[in-house]
């Protein structure tokens, strides 16, 4: 779903016409299409669409929204995925071995017909946008694997594998939705984003991948050691991996950070950790993780009203910086035209204040001399008075004057 006008939708547009003729070349069954959802925005709202471009891959009722890297290749791998089982089986060890070397995360199920099985068919239902769901027999397995009991749910990563145990990992949708990246990775933006639905904390070593000095690559080390040597301690609460440069971490903890460094982040809340000292091995590492656990390490950042204050003045501030950087015209003209107009609105509030004020004073003069004028009354109010004098007398003295006058009669 597009808009025309979304640029965005036109820098993905050309990605999107390779997705459709290398889907119908491998005889795909998807079928690759596009709708303008502004001239169509009932079908559009229909489905949801908030934002452009969105992916959408409609499977029977279900629409599955895509939200991986916008690459031809990412886009393939999710459509086939979505689009082929459920669950695929593993009939062999050959087959086994085969699909364990193409992806580095594989969920698998061990067992038969059981309330476990058909609580995975569930996850992977709701999951399968993200990652494959594989069943097996227990005889198609490594040999390395040891199982307690069956049935199972298992992940093969990093070398080794995790059975999921109800009663310390919870439910079993969490646990999928946890264990589906590797224990370390790179960061980026867009995988931050992503591991803010584990609920981990993830520890970054920012650095610059093009600086091959002892520094960088000893920090990188480091937090790849803890995350291979440490894993069964920390699994459940971290994930481990670096940055490349420090421009994203900036912008999110509204900070400048010297690189290279080490910082844990708590994404559900934007708390942030930094190391109280200088981290020279994996057991100063281990220790400032454990004082973050224990409660002992200072969080800073965090959600609150102050901080929320504090992210629009950061924003607005690289907003209008970012503008003038990149067209100093431009941002002449689409912040200059505005305070001009308001300066000018101000001036006219002014002036219209001022000679209100003197129109208002001049009327309470005439107001003033008004009232005088009617205090003392005009000449015929006067004479009209005199006269009413002349008409207030007694009813005898009118009968008396009635006799005078008819006697001159």
Same mark, same amino acid.
């Given at each position: 779903?597009?808009?025309?006008?979304?640029?965005?939708?036109?820098?993905?547009?050309?990605?999107?016409?390779?997705?459709?003729?290398?889907?119908?070349?491998? @005889?795909?069954?998807?079928?690759?299409?596009?709708?303008?959802? /502004?001239?169509?925005?009932? *079908?559009?709202?229909?489905?949801?669409?908030?934002?452009?471009?969105?992916?959408?891959?409609?499977?029977?009722?279900?629409?599955?929204?895509?939200?991986?890297?916008?690459?031809?290749?990412?886009?393939?791998?999710?459509?086939?995925?979505?689009?082929?089982?459920?669950?695929?089986?593993?009939?062999?060890? &050959?087959?086994?071995?085969?699909?364990?070397?193409?992806?580095?995360?594989?969920?698998?199920?061990?067992?038969?017909?059981?309330?476990?099985?058909?609580?995975?068919?569930?996850?992977?239902?709701?999951?399968?946008?993200? /990652?494959?769901?594989?069943?097996?027999?227990?005889?198609?397995?490594?040999?390395?694997?040891?199982?307690?009991?069956?049935?199972?749910?298992?992940?093969?990563?990093?070398?080794?594998?995790?059975?999921?145990?109800?009663?310390?990992?919870?439910?079993?949708?969490?646990?999928?939705?946890?264990?589906?990246?590797? @224990?370390?990775?790179?960061?980026?933006?867009?995988?931050?984003?992503?591991? @803010? %639905?584990?609920?981990?904390?993830?520890?970054?070593?920012?650095?610059?991948?093009?600086?091959?000095?002892?520094?960088?690559?000893?920090?990188?080390?480091?937090?790849?050691?803890?995350?291979?040597?440490?894993?069964? &301690?920390?699994?459940?609460?971290?994930?481990?991996?670096?940055?490349?440069?420090?421009?994203?971490?900036?912008?999110?903890?509204?900070?400048?950070?010297?690189?290279?460094?080490?910082?844990?982040?708590?994404?559900?809340?934007?708390?942030?950790?930094?190391?109280?000292? &200088?981290?020279?091995?994996?057991?100063?590492?281990?220790?400032?993780?454990?004082?973050?656990?224990?409660?002992?390490?200072?969080?800073?950042?965090?959600?609150?009203?102050?901080?929320? *204050?504090?992210?629009?003045?950061?924003?607005?501030?690289? /907003?209008?910086?970012?503008?003038?950087?990149?067209?100093?015209?431009?941002?002449?003209?689409?912040?200059?035209?505005?305070?001009?107009?308001?300066?000018?609105?101000?001036?006219? *509030?002014?002036?219209? %204040?001022?000679?209100?004020?003197?129109?208002? &004073?001049?009327?309470?003069?005439?107001?003033?001399?008004?009232?005088?004028?009617?205090?003392?009354?005009?000449?015929?109010?006067?004479?009209?008075?005199?006269?009413?004098?002349?008409?207030?007398?007694?009813?005898?003295?009118?009968?008396?004057?009635? *006799?005078?006058?008819?006697?001159?009669?």
């Amino acid at each position: 779903f597009y808009a025309p006008w979304c640029g965005h939708c036109k820098k993905l547009e050309p990605v999107w016409n390779e997705v459709g003729i290398e889907m119908r070349n491998m @005889g795909s069954p998807v079928k690759v299409g596009k709708m303008d959802a /502004t001239s169509f925005s009932s *079908i559009a709202s229909e489905f949801g669409v908030r934002g452009y471009p969105t992916i959408k891959l409609l499977k029977g009722d279900l629409a599955y929204n895509y939200r991986g890297p916008r690459t031809k290749d990412d886009i393939i791998e999710f459509a086939n995925r979505v689009a082929g089982p459920l669950i695929r089986p593993l009939p062999s060890q &050959h087959m086994f071995e085969h699909v364990q070397k193409r992806h580095r995360v594989l969920f698998v199920y061990v067992g038969g017909e059981s309330p476990l099985k058909e609580k995975y068919i569930e996850v992977a239902s709701e999951l399968i946008v993200y /990652t494959y769901f594989f069943s097996a027999s227990e005889d198609v397995l490594p040999a390395y694997v040891t199982l307690l009991e069956l049935p199972a749910v298992m992940v093969f990563k990093d070398g080794t594998y995790f059975v999921y145990d109800e009663y310390e990992d919870g439910d079993l949708s969490s646990w999928i939705n946890r264990e589906r990246f590797q @224990g370390y990775l790179h960061v980026d933006g867009f995988t931050l984003y992503e591991l @803010g %639905d584990t609920g981990k904390l993830v520890a970054i070593a920012v650095i610059d991948d093009k600086n091959s000095s002892v520094e960088h690559t000893r920090l990188k080390s480091i937090i790849q050691e803890v995350a291979r040597d440490y894993r069964d &301690h920390f699994h459940r609460d971290f994930q481990f991996g670096h940055m490349d440069g420090n421009d994203y971490i900036n912008s999110l903890l509204m900070d400048d950070l010297t690189i290279p460094t080490i910082v844990v982040l708590n994404t559900s809340n934007q708390q942030y950790f930094l190391p109280d000292r &200088h981290i020279e091995s994996t057991e100063d590492m281990v220790q400032f993780i454990n004082n973050i656990l224990d409660g002992t390490a200072e969080a800073q950042g965090g959600d609150g009203l102050l901080q929320r *204050i504090k992210r629009i003045i950061y924003d607005a501030k690289s /907003t209008i910086v970012s503008v003038f950087k990149s067209s100093p015209l431009l941002g002449c003209f689409l912040f200059g035209l505005p305070l001009g107009v308001i300066s000018i609105m101000c001036y006219g *509030i002014c002036t219209a %204040d001022t000679e209100g004020e003197v129109f208002e &004073h001049e009327g309470a003069k005439k107001e003033s001399g008004d009232r005088e004028l009617t205090d003392e009354g005009s000449e015929e109010e006067q004479e009209e008075e005199k006269n009413g004098k002349y008409t207030e007398l007694s009813d005898g003295e009118l009968k008396q004057k009635d *006799i005078v006058e008819k006697k001159k009669d």
